[in-house]
T-cell receptor, first 112, second 111 residues
Framework: GAVVSQHPSRVICKSGTSVKIECRSL??????MFWYRQFPKQSLMLMAT?????????EQGVEKDKFLINHASLTLSTLTVTSAHPEDSSFYIC????????FGPGTRLLVL | DAKTTQPPSMDCAEGRAANLPCNHS???????VYWYRQIHSQGPQYIIH???NNETNEMASLIITEDRKSSTLILPHATLRDTAVYYC????????????FGTGTRLTVIP
């Protein structure tokens, strides 16, 4: 149990385009989901906390208008990177919380 | 969340027990000790957590000192697939708060 999926697993896009990443808790309901970002050889850094039915809470330095988060149901949260630039290239990881946090496999984004 | 300190790297021979230490001297009374690991290019995998009693599951054992200032994760028979970065994190059990991932311990299991 406690499986979290992410789609897509990797994506390549052109600079200026938008990319949507989906995070799903497959076998449990999660009132809270988290989005993290990990640059090469660095640890995970929290971007935002998402609660079902309410606006996400963003960490300092994370632009809410650039990283749009929607948590429409207890099993789905989406992260949209708008007007992506090469510096947004990173490994994006979500987690869903059922007391313990369970992580998705991550999405590798490459912006050309 | 409590700050944790872990050695940056460790090696372990395949088939031997891997003992990964963690210091968390500032952990508060309601914070659990969580262990996750991250295999290269994957999301973190939950391993085990505990409050003050020792815990064991199919993956590992967690030994927490009586004063709760440190703990040890034990992988009883390390395999090559256990090579990963292991993170020790102090957090409450509500699941509502983010996990602070420090630098972790890079465990290399050697054939």
């Amino acid at each position: 149990g406690a499986v979290v999926s992410q789609h897509p697993s990797r994506v390549i896009c052109k600079s200026g385009t938008s990319v949507k990443i989906e995070c799903r808790s497959l076998d449990f309901q999660a009132t809270t989901m988290f989005w993290y970002r990990q640059f090469p050889k660095q640890s995970l850094m929290l971007m935002a906390t998402s609660n079902e039915g309410s606006k996400a809470t963003y960490e300092q330095g994370v632009e809410k208008d650039k990283f749009l988060i929607n948590h429409a149901s207890l099993t789905l949260s989406t992260l949209t990177v708008t007007s992506a630039h090469p510096e947004d290239s990173s490994f994006y990881i979500c987690s869903a919380s059922r007391q313990t946090q369970y992580f998705g496999p991550g999405t590798r984004l490459l912006v050309l | 969340d409590a700050k944790t300190t872990q050695p940056p790297s460790m090696d372990c021979a395949e088939g031997r027990a891997a003992n990964l230490p963690c210091n968390h001297s500032t952990i508060s009374g309601n914070e659990y000790v969580y262990w996750y690991r991250q295999i290269h290019s994957q999301g973190p995998q939950y391993i085990i957590h505990g409050l003050k009693n020792n815990e064991t599951n199919e993956m590992a054992s967690l030994i927490i000192t009586e004063d709760r200032k440190s703990s040890t994760l034990i992988l009883p028979h390390a395999t090559l697939r256990d090579t990963a970065v292991y993170y020790c994190i102090g957090a409450d059990q509500t699941g509502a708060n983010n996990l602070f991932f420090g630098t972790g311990t890079r465990l290399t299991v050697i054939p």
